[in-house]
């Protein structure tokens, strides 16, 4: 067991930012967070990483106390901000020198890891170019590569494709997988399920501070597994069509988003019939139906009735 | 952690010393004599002759003059009874330096010669007025006769206080300009004396009088006698770039403070912290990067200062000390204010600063005007870091030595350590 933390609690005035959580990361793995905002995720991974200490639990990296001895996780840690964390003033050379340096890389140790991490972000042609001057997409590849200038165990990943463009997305989920594939552990966080999804072996769901599910992906899927999502657009929207599907035997949620309804029933129950029996009834025309597959975001609706995006 | 890396910030702490120089160089060397804001001044009066015997003088020439027959009898007493009228000494006390405009930044005592020049060499007053013997006399004559007696006021200024020694210079040059001009004389005694047919020849010989005659003879007091080396006066380019400066360098300390919180804003102390580069090395930067930023500061406004204005900053075996000492001391605020602002978590402590402290403590240590008649700012500005530099500055440029600004380096040292200690006890607080 590479990290195990135990009653992790973080407590702001009002909020309960983080409330008795216990979370363990393996080695080699992709560990995914996954929850809405304010989860409490960027407050987890800060206290893994010991930027903030808890107000309760503990954390151990490879057995030892991190709060005892915050260096030996620190060495070994690489950490991606939620925010850019990058000097504006700077060229992407520049930050990456000067973090280098933080990690006491020198001479062309230090300029080869660069290059390194340019070629792999591939951001070779502007290096010399100031970050402020930089795209979303850009900033967040230079804000991935400060972090792995020094070959770190752990990677820790905050929400790092927030707000850019899907090419730098699948560029950046493509670039995990890849540096995963060559030992790095990794700790992702988002509240894209897809990302989560595709990228990781593990998995928690957070909601209000809470771990609410973990496993694999299939053992969340599994949760749901004795039902089935259906997945409807109808032409207009019906306010007595809803009421009649809410109250139809084996229904267990209604999620009315406009003109498209997501049901979850028990599976195999022959529901389809009894809710074409429905919009006949109601005068609603069904413009498509289908019985889902289900994902984590289903996951994520069954477990606290909302979605995982506003 | 990189000070030099917003340019904006760098132009302004450098440029804007140098524009107020110019500005308040050129507002103060024109006018000097007329601001307010140069505070009030305190002269000596010192009377080399009598006035009574002058006035028995007069009384005797214009009865040997009656004697002779240059002024008729039936005159005589007329003009003797005009005599006390024509006291110029009187009319420059409460004309003059009576005149309530000029009370309001002056004020007057009158000593005899050695004490004034005591209490001028301690600092307690600002120039020394020296009436010459038979001032009265020479006076009387050169407007009434044709004989032409020069008629020297002296003013002694103190080095320290040029530019209100520039404004008792100014006032009694117009004094004795009005004197000349036969002004005063012609509002008194002359008038009279012409109306009564008295001596046409004083008359002719009013037109004849220059300024020769009447006259203002400045200089500083010179200090060999009594401490050490020839002292040079402060011109008011000179004091601005100084004052300028020093109040300027207190920007590159509370921008170092808030480079700190721009760094927990933007995560990158973040990436710091966890580069295990620990508290110590962020402030030893922060120190290194802002005493370096001081230095080059202070450089580039010593050139300017001294292409534009042609200001000798004073020995540089005092000049690099007292710099160095003054970046370190500039440096250590900078560490203090970056541990109140990562200790509050927001930069309170160096806008706080930015904007009520440094404007305190740049009028208290006399960047706006100097403060040396006001004890109680002479003395808490002493004890800022722009104070001390400011006195320790114009002190090297006076002529003094390293040794002579001892007291404001130990100031510097003292600043230093108390931010030090004060930012370490602070920073031990930070967390997280
Ligand atoms: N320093 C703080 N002071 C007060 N409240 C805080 C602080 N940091 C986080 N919180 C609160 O704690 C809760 C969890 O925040 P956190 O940033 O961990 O959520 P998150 O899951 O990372 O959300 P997001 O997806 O928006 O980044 C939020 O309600 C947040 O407002
Ligand atoms: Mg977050």
């Not at chain 1, 933080?102 to 290059?115: F, W």
């Not at chain 2, 004020?107 to 007053?125: F, H, N, S, V, W």
């Not at chain 2, 120039?127 to 004989?147: D, G, Q, R, S």
């Amino acid at each position: 067991m590479l990290i195990q933390a135990s009653n992790l609690k973080k407590y702001y005035k009002k909020v309960k930012a983080v409330d008795d959580i216990d979370i363990e990361v393996r080695e080699g793995e992709i560990l995914g967070i996954l929850g809405p905002n304010g989860a409490g995720k960027s407050t987890t991974i800060s206290m893994l990483s010991s930027l903030i200490k808890p107000d309760g639990g503990k954390i151990c990296f490879k057995g030892t106390d991190i709060s005892k001895d915050p260096g030996v996780i620190r060495k070994t840690l690489g950490i991606v901000p939620q925010d850019v964390a990058l000097y504006p003033d700077l060229s992407a050379l520049e930050n990456l020198k000067f973090f280098g340096r933080l990690y006491r890389l020198r001479g062309e140790e230090l300029d080869g890891r660069i290059e390194e991490v340019l070629d792999l972000l591939g951001l070779n042609g502007r290096a010399r170019d100031r970050i402020k001057h930089y795209s979303g997409g850009m900033k967040r590849r230079v804000n991935i590569g400060a972090a792995l200038l020094h070959h770190p165990e752990i990677l820790i990943m905050d929400e790092p494709t927030v707000g850019i463009d899907p090419q730098s997305r699948n560029h950046i989920l493509e670039t995990v997988k890849q540096l995963n594939s060559k030992g790095i552990t990794i700790i992702y966080t988002s509240h894209y399920m897809e990302e989560v999804e595709f990228l990781c072996d593990r998995i928690y769901v957070m909601d209000h501070g809470r771990i609410i599910a973990s496993g694999t992906k299939e053992e969340l899927k599994a949760l749901i597994s004795k039902d089935e999502t259906i997945e409807m657009q109808v032409d207009r929207a019906d306010e007595r069509f809803t009421a009649k599907l809410k109250g139809l035997i084996d229904v267990k949620h209604v999620d009315e988003n406009g003109d498209r309804i997501t049901i979850i029933s028990n599976k195999n129950s022959g529901i389809l019939s009894r809710i074409f029996e429905a919009a006949l009834e109601n005068g609603v025309n069904l413009k498509s139906i289908q019985i889902k597959v289900p994902t984590l975001e289903d996951v994520f609706l069954y477990l606290t009735g909302r979605g995982l995006r506003d | 952690m990189v000070s030099l890396k917003d340019r904006k910030s760098l132009v302004i702490t450098l440029l804007m010393p140098a524009v107020l120089t110019t500005i308040l160089g050129f507002a103060f060397s024109g006018v000097m004599g007329g601001s307010a804001s140069i505070g009030e001044a305190k002269i000596a009066v010192v009377e080399m002759g009598s006035r009574q015997e002058d006035m028995a003088r007069i009384k005797k020439a214009i009865e040997d003059a009656a004697a002779r027959g240059l002024i008729k009898e039936e005159l005589r007493d007329e003009i003797l009874d005009l005599v006390p009228e024509t006291d110029f000494q009187d009319i420059l006390y409460t004309e003059v330096l009576g005149n309530s405009e000029v009370k309001k930044f002056l004020t007057y005592e009158i000593m005899d010669r050695d004490k004034a020049i005591q209490a001028l060499e301690r600092g307690e007053i600002t120039a020394v007025v020296v009436i010459p013997e038979k001032f009265l006399y020479n006076t009387f004559l050169n407007l009434a006769m044709p004989f032409k007696n020069p008629v020297e006021i002296e003013v002694i200024k103190h080095p320290n206080y040029t530019l209100k020694g520039g404004m008792v210079e100014g006032i009694l040059r117009g004094f004795t300009d009005a004197l000349a001009a036969g002004i005063i004389a012609k509002n008194t005694l002359l008038e009279a004396a012409i109306e009564n047919n008295v001596g046409e020849k004083a008359y002719e010989g009013l037109e004849s009088i220059t300024r020769d005659i009447f006259n203002v003879r400045v200089r500083e007091i010179d200090f060999r006698r009594t401490t050490e080396e020839g002292r040079k006066p402060i011109s008011s380019f000179q004091y601005y770039a100084v004052g300028m400066a020093v109040m300027f360098i207190l920007y590159a300390a509370s921008d170092g403070a808030h480079y700190a919180i721009d760094e927990v804003r933007n995560s990158t102390y973040s990436r710091v912290l966890l580069a295990n580069a620990g508290l110590f090395r962020i402030f030893a930067s922060r120190f290194i990067s802002t005493t370096l930023f001081t230095l080059i500061q202070v450089t580039i406004l010593m050139l300017y200062s001294k292409l534009a204005f042609r200001i000798e900053w004073g020995p540089p075996s005092g000049v690099m000390p007292l710099t160095m000492l003054l970046a370190v001391a500039i440096g250590g605020l900078s560490v203090l204010l970056s541990s109140i602002n990562l200790r509050l978590k927001d930069n309170r402590a160096s806008l706080v600063f930015q904007a009520v402290f440094i404007q305190f403590s740049a009028l208290v240590g006399g960047s706006f005007f100097p403060v040396g008649s006001v004890p109680i700012m002479k003395a808490i500005g002493g004890m800022t870091v722009n104070g001390a530099a400011l006195e320790g500055y114009l002190k090297l440029m006076r002529g003094y030595q390293l040794s002579d600004i001892a007291g404001v380096l130990s100031t510097l040292a003292v600043v230093t350590a108390v931010c030090f200690t004060a930012g370490t006890y602070i920073a031990s607080g930070v967390r997280e």
